[in-house]
């Protein structure tokens, strides 16, 4: 049985451990009609042209965990940004981990989707949310609406700021089997509210994990939410990671992606902007070998005036890699003075590697900024003499190039502690020992 | 065809295992180096033995291969060195990568230095200094003995705190880029130290400050190499020796007076009698 097929059939079973009578279920039903008719999307699509999801769809993925796995927080510690307090949302194959989490409903509710979705009290709120920005169309999305039943509930109300930071991770143990894994978040943050989002997902055994997240993040009037994915998993997992992002005047969202580690990551990030003086920024890191496989697709659209957005995406691929960026600009008639900029820089370290970048721009408003640029490069040799023939050995000499090539992405991350660990990452990436202290 | 390569390549070979491994042990020795980019020749027999405790001076017109010269010494693989031999205290340094020419004592204070965005300067020396160290099976430099030695070096060249956490060259005026190579070379204490053309950009008062940096640093230990178009230079780095290098040779060799012939009477003579 293909992958598509298993998916529809596990359906059935799957309700049975859900409330059908629950409207949510409704949502979910018109999600699984969607994913049988649409299947999962192939390479003839534009959007996945240079992505191809055919060799996962031969792994006999298990749909659900076989049995509850555990951890030590020792065994996990160095996967969370322990050096701070954080409030911590874990899961393991799937399943909500309370030993290693720490949520709370203290002013605030940073807790479980599977509470949202079944508790009355949440009720009003998921009607509201729910589904409302997530698109209804796109298989993959709607595959997770369909099995949409566990991950990240955060409800910051207004004027609210939680006490720190909160991490949401995702370890998959593989208990012998090959998992797919559908996790799906509801972060809103409601006007004048602040917060900070760290989100991993860490497999913990060779064997394959498939893992399409979906999240949703509602923005309200001034709210300001930063969200850092961190994707540095082992080289038999691979992600597809769905975001969506509904914006309100004057809210600003940032979202950092560090794509490190996988087999394939392919990254749909989706922003809405539904008010003025929003800002949507988009930043990232890739820097990868092997065959490993990183996808980009990035949409804002700019649908009232006076608002911006921001994009900066550093690419570096050695050996046999392979990256896409594809960056969607839509820039609606009575959006004026739209301010859009995006950029994709590249540097390939082999000649094997390959980058495929491309800006899609519709701008039906006359007067707008948009700028947009993509570079694709080689290291400098002569820069790499150069620090050289300072003493700097050669492999970190082109470690300390690539570094100082994406590091202006590091800029606007706004916690230290993570900062430190995204250097030390890539400086594991590159195999030196580098403090890469600026 | 392929044959032919091959065929050349192993007599290359075999040529280079005759090569001599050792050498008196003069701080630098060049012997008949012949150095070429892309199949161009460039150096065409260079001899020169710089003792150690000597201020050497090399002048010429442009293009006739100074800085190919002092480039082939710090092992930029650019250039090919198609014969000839460097020996370094005596030992062929021909297999040594810039690094380890580095470790061993060569600085190069480029024509040009390179601008890198995203590196302070800050972060280059420290990183520079600390893998120097580990070649050497040193630990890293404690932190506060680095800050010391940084800022004993920069009140040295009269470098302004804040320019130390630039990007490293990155928006550097011409005289500011070639004080920094002072700068970094006043860190690093090499034992052969070759300032290629460290004086042009720089206005009267700079020049006084950098000499000054490289003056401090000249010990009966260490040489200097000093490669410039103006006799300038030369009135504060005294030279024990002036080569004049034309069309990839060293045309004519002198003492200081030579510095002052040359500045009254330019190189069209020198031209002439390498024609000859
Ligand atoms: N990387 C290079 N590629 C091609 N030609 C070069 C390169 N470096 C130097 N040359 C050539 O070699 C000659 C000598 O250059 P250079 O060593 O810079 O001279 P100088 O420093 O004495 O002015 C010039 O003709 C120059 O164009
Ligand atoms: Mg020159």
């Known amino acids: ?438 | 065809m392929l044959g032919v390569f091959r065929l050349i390549k192993i007599t290359l070979k075999k040529e280079k295992n005759n090569k001599e491994h050792k050498s008196s042990d003069k701080m630098l020795k060049i012997k008949d180096l012949h150095a070429s980019v892309e199949g161009k020749g460039i150096l065409k027999g260079i001899n020169l033995e710089v003792g150690a405790g000597e201020v050497h001076a090399i002048m010429g017109p442009n293009g006739s291969g100074k800085s190919t010269l002092a480039s082939v010494i710090a092992g930029n693989e650019t250039y090919e060195v198609t014969a000839g031999d460097i020996f370094l205290n005596g030992e062929n340094i021909e297999d040594l990568s810039p690094e380890e020419r580095a470790h061993n004592g060569v600085f190069l204070s480029f024509q040009y230095p390179v601008e890198i965005p995203g590196v302070s300067v800050t972060n280059f020396m420290k990183t520079a200094i600390n893998e120097s160290r580990k070649a050497k099976g040193l630990e890293d430099m404690p932190a506060k003995d680095m800050l010391k030695l940084i800022r004993e070096k920069s009140e040295l060249l009269e470098i302004d705190r804040k320019f130390l956490s630039r990007s490293l060259n990155e928006g550097f005026s011409g005289g500011e880029k070639k004080r920094n190579e002072i700068f970094q070379m006043a860190m690093l204490e090499p034992k052969l130290a070759i300032l290629d053309e460290t004086d042009s950009g720089l206005d009267i008062d700079a020049l006084r400050i950098v000499a000054n940096g490289v003056n401090k640093l000249k010990s009966k230990d260490n040489a200097v190499v000093v490669i410039t178009h103006y006799q300038r230079l030369l009135e504060y780095i005294v030279p024990d020796f002036v080569h004049v290098l034309y069309n990839g040779k060293i045309v004519k060799s002198g003492t200081k007076e030579l510095a002052m012939e040359l500045e009254e009477k330019g190189y069209d003579w020198i031209k002439q009698e390498a024609a000859v």
């Open chain 1, 1 to 438: 049985m293909d992958l598509k097929d298993k998916l529809v059939s596990s359906f059935l079973a799957f309700e049975n451990n859900v409330d059908v009578h629950n409207p949510v279920h409704d949502v979910r039903t018109e999600a699984i009609k969607n994913f049988e008719t649409k299947g999962f999307p192939s390479k003839k699509l534009e959007a996945w042209k240079y992505t191809s999801l055919n060799g996962l769809q031969k792994i006999d993925f298990s749909i659900f965990p076989k049995k509850e796995s555990s951890l030590e927080y020792k065994d996990v510690k160095k996967y969370f940004i322990h050096q701070i307090d954080t409030y911590k949302i874990v899961f393991i194959d799937g399943v909500f981990s309370s030993n290693l989490s720490e949520t709370t409903h203290d002013g605030v509710d940073i807790c479980l989707m599977s509470s949202a979705l079944t508790k009355p009290m949440y009720k009003a709120v998921i009607d509201v949310y729910f589904n409302k920005v997530a698109s209804k169309d796109e298989s993959l999305t709607t595959l997770n609406t369909a099995f949409s039943r566990e991950g990240a509930y955060i409800y910051i109300p207004k004027n609210k700021v939680p006490k720190k930071p909160i991490e949401i991770i995702h370890f998959s143990t593989g208990n012998d089997v090959a998992l797919m894994l559908q996790p799906r978040n509801l972060i809103i943050a409601e006007e004048n509210s602040e917060m900070q989002i760290i989100e991993r997902h860490q497999s913990l055994t060779s064997n394959a994990v498939l893992t399409n997240s979906v999240t949703e993040i509602f923005a309200a009037k001034n709210a300001i939410v930063d969200y850092y994915k961190v994707q540095n998993d082992v080289d038999s997992a691979s992600l597809v990671d769905n975001t969506y992002v509904d914006q309100k005047d004057g809210s600003h969202v940032k979202v950092h992606t560090f794509s490190f580690g996988g087999k394939l990551l392919r990254n749909n990030l989706n922003f809405y902007q539904n008010g003025e003086r929003i800002d949507s920024t988009m930043k990232g890191i890739t820097i990868i070998g092997d065959k490993q496989h990183v996808d980009h697709h990035t949409l804002v659209h700019h649908i009232e005036p006076n608002c911006e957005s921001h994009q900066d995406y550093k690419g570096i691929y050695a050996d046999s890699s392979t990256g896409v960026f594809n960056g969607k600009i839509i820039v609606d008639k009575i959006a004026q003075k739209t301010n859009a900029f995006q950029q994709n820089n590249n540097i390939l370290i082999s000649d094997k590697a390959t980058i495929n970048t491309k800006p899609q721009l519709e701008i039906f408003a006359d007067d707008v900024k948009c700028s947009h640029g993509c570079t694709i490069g080689q290291l400098d040799e002569e820069a790499l003499f150069y620090l050289q023939s300072r003493g700097i050995p050669k492999k970190e000499a082109r470690a300390l190039l690539m570094y100082a090539f994406a590091n202006n992405v590091l800029e606007s991350v706004r916690i230290p502690e993570l900062k430190v660990r995204i250097n030390k990452l890539i400086a594991n990436k590159l195999g030196v020992n580098l403090g890469f202290d600026l």
